[in-house]
């Protein structure tokens, strides 16, 4: 008979680094995978402790019913979770949530173009769902998921504290048909936002915050922390040139991304960061005018910088003055940079 030796305390499973949360996430992945089966109907889910999560769905769409329950090996078990981007992108038109669901993950129904209400079952301890298919955590104090088709104006009600991570992102409406989010106005009541979450609503005009909100502001339909030193979030269908006020310190992660109507920025001196892809995907930018010194770019990759402006039109340059410092040419971070000479008068 083979014995086996037991591992000494360096030879067990233990992982550091970057190389090695690699490893432990893919060794997750795998073992999730392994586990995972799909219903008759589209939904891919795994069992645990005679639990379900749904983890993703390859149904026909359209009007779509979680089930309360899965049988599994003639065992009818609960489905208390649903997984982060279990739904996304699929072409749902509503979705019925079950009294069972107890765990709704990361951007679950994100970017489902087609979807126009979320509507959850009264007797679920958990969450809610609006009149108008907007779902809510049980209080109604989180805003989770705003339906990508909705459209129109929408006023956040009061008493609403928390707007999710991405709970609007990708409203694009359906071209020819709906036109999309177009604006929304934040009450006092919030007093968190969430990442991206007003990103990639193609059709969104203008964010107006209440005045006497503690957190957060607004200017020209643009949204900002309250004392507008961070631009968050600058609307998707805005379009044109742009000069960012001279009090803001940090534009924020993703805040012009998908701006397609962008053609120029002016980014002042107090600018000392700009956040990962502030400006990707802008395909009508020409140019990004640096006032002053060069900011930290693309806080959080790899890359400092590599994101922040890709994918804008072909001919993109950044322009600078004398006496900037961390600027770069013929080249800065990847992009084509120019110095303009002397920075012209202030009149």
């Known amino acids: 008979m083979l014995l ?27 073992t999730s995978a392994a586990h995972a089966q799909t219903t008759a109907d589209g939904f891919t889910y795994t069992a645990d402790n005679d639990q379900i999560t749904i983890t993703g769905y390859s149904g026909i769409g359209g009007a779509v019913t979680i089930p309360g329950t899965i049988n599994v090996s003639g065992k009818k078990l609960p489905v208390t ?7 996304h992108y699929y072409k749902l038109t509503s979705v019925t949530i079950p009294a069972s669901v107890t765990s709704i993950g990361e951007g679950a129904f994100s970017g489902c173009h087609h979807l126009t209400s979320i509507t959850v079952h009264p007797a679920n301890p958990a969450y809610a769902s609006s009149a108008d298919g907007i779902l809510f955590d049980k209080s109604k104090t989180t805003l989770i998921q705003f339906p990508a088709c909705k459209s129109g104006s929408y006023m956040i009600p009061a008493g609403v504290t928390s707007i999710g991570t ?16 177009t604006s929304v106005t934040i009450p006092a009541s919030v007093t968190s936002i969430g990442e991206g979450a007003l990103a990639g609503c193609d059709g969104l005009t203008s964010i107006t915050v209440h005045p006497a909100n503690p957190a957060y502001s607004s200017a020209d339909g643009i949204l900002f922390d309250k004392s507008k030193t961070t631009l968050i979030q600058f609307p998707t269908c805005k379009s044109g040139a742009y000069t960012i006020p001279s009090s803001a310190t940090s ?10 109507g962008l053609t120029s920025i002016m980014i002042p001196a107090s600018v000392t960061s700009i956040g990962m892809a502030a400006f990707a995907h802008c395909e009508s930018l020409k140019t990004a005018i640096f006032t002053g010194n060069a900011p930290t770019m693309g806080s959080g990759i790899a890359r400092k910088g590599s994101k922040v402006f890709d994918s804008s039109v072909p001919g993109f340059k950044v322009q600078y003055y004398n006496g900037a410092t961390g600027f770069t040419s013929p080249t800065w971070n990847g992009y084509p940079a120019v110095n303009m000479g002397n920075r012209p008068a202030a009149h």
Not at 6 to 22: D, K, N
């Open 4 to 30: 086996q030796r037991s591992p000494l305390p360096s030879q067990r499973f233990r992982f550091s680094g970057v190389a090695g949360l690699a490893l432990s996430l893919l060794l997750s992945a795998f």
């Open 81 to 87: 979770s649903i997984g982060n981007h279990a739904f």
């Open 166 to 181: 991405r709970a609007f992102s990708g409203n694009e409406g359906i071209t020819g048909a709906t036109t999309g989010l």
């Open 251 to 260: 534009i924020g992660t993703r805040a012009f991304a998908g701006c397609s």
